[in-house]
Nanobody, 122 residues
Framework: QVQLVESGGGLVQAGGSLRLSCAASGRTSYTMGWFRQAPGKERQFVAA????????YYADSVKGRFTISRDNAKNTVYLQMNSLKPEDTAVYYC?????????????????WGQGTQVTVSS
């Protein structure tokens, strides 16, 4: 069993930055992913990284602006978000997958956090 707790969301102006954190407890040698869900829309893949950090994947919409990283000693995964846009506004979720490589499908993830709100004003 894995428990995930996100933090770091908030309100930021367009062009600004935020760093999200996801603290994991329990078994933590999982591939970790970030997803987001805007009101009235489906949950969308953002970024993922496997346990070793060798395998990473980004959605095209965030490539070059967002960076996923992890500190396995602290059981924490991060999402650094730069050059934020109003369309990045969503609830951001952290998730853990038993896959050994970065995966993008929500069904591949076994555990989910509660989410943290990110709002980007124009």
């Amino acid at each position: 069993q894995v428990q995930l707790v996100e933090s770091g969301g908030g309100l930021v102006q367009a062009g600004g930055s935020l760093r999200l954190s996801c603290a994991a407890s329990g078994r933590t040698s999982y591939t970790m992913g970030w997803f987001r869900q805007a009101p009235g829309k489906e949950r969308q893949f953002v970024a993922a990284m496997n346990w070793s950090g060798v395998s990473t994947y980004y959605a095209d919409s965030v490539k070059g602006r967002f960076t996923i990283s992890r500190d396995n000693a602290k059981n924490t995964v991060y999402l650094q978000m730069n050059s934020l846009k109003p369309e990045d506004t969503a609830v951001y979720y952290c998730a853990a997958s038993r896959s050994i490589v970065a995966v993008t499908a929500t069904v591949a993830y076994n555990y989910w956090g509660q989410g943290t709100q990110v709002t980007v004003s124009s």
